[in-house]
């Protein structure tokens, strides 16, 4: 894209006398794995007690991972719905937008709703679902959950 640009620059100031041609290349979507309701179930079996809640809370929304470790207290409305406005990039690049650049709102009901209260019944500090590192409880986002969940679909056997 910034070659064509920069062709498109160059015959506007006549330095370049004609557009190229530029072969418009498609590339497919990648297939969507799902995981079934009975190997999520597996995998939440063997993830440890302290780090079920974000698990269960990705599995119940379909919220991006980045937009789960971003979730602070501020988002949760007593109205009944969780309002997902920020979202980190990479490890630690916390973002003031979700990925698709316009906030979601989720409705708290159900197992959702279960969830969110057992966080707010021990309230660790601002994220929802904060990070413990052996026995003590870290005031920043998690780190390692795609680590976490690797682990715990090996020991169920799902890849």
């Given at each position: 894209?910034e070659?064509k640009?920069?062709?498109n620059?160059c015959?506007?100031?006549e330095?370049?006398?004609?557009?190229?041609?530029?072969?418009?290349?498609k590339?497919?979507?990648?297939?969507?794995?799902?995981?079934?309701?009975?190997?999520q179930?597996?995998?939440?079996?063997?993830?440890?007690?302290?780090?079920?809640?974000?698990?269960?809370?990705?599995?119940?929304?379909?919220?991006?991972?980045?937009?789960?470790?971003?979730l602070?207290?501020?988002?949760?409305?007593?109205?009944?719905?969780?309002?997902?406005?920020?979202?980190?990039?990479?490890?630690?690049?916390?973002?003031?937008c979700p990925?698709?650049?316009?906030?979601?709102?989720?409705?708290?009901?159900?197992?959702?709703k279960?969830i969110?209260?057992?966080?707010?019944?021990?309230?660790k500090?601002?994220?929802?679902?904060p990070?413990k590192?052996?026995?003590?409880?870290?005031?920043?986002?998690?780190?390692?959950?795609?680590?976490?969940?690797?682990?715990?679909?090996e020991k169920?056997?799902?890849?």
């Amino acid at each position: 894209m910034e070659f064509k640009a920069f062709l498109n620059w160059c015959l506007k100031r006549e330095i370049i006398e004609k557009l190229p041609s530029f072969p418009e290349i498609k590339v497919p979507e990648p297939a969507i794995k799902w995981l079934s309701h009975e190997d999520q179930l597996k995998i939440l079996q063997n993830i440890p007690d302290e780090h079920r809640p974000i698990f269960e809370f990705l599995f119940a929304t379909g919220c991006r991972v980045g937009e789960a470790r971003a979730l602070k207290w501020d988002c949760v409305m007593k109205e009944g719905y969780i309002i997902i406005r920020r979202s980190f990039s990479g490890e630690y690049h916390l973002k003031e937008c979700p990925k698709e650049g316009k906030q979601k709102v989720i409705p708290l009901t159900g197992w959702i709703k279960e969830i969110i209260e057992r966080q707010a019944k021990d309230k660790k500090g601002i994220w929802v679902f904060p990070y413990k590192s052996g026995k003590r409880w870290i005031a920043y986002p998690y780190k390692r959950l795609n680590a976490i969940f690797k682990e715990a679909c090996e020991k169920a056997g799902i890849k």
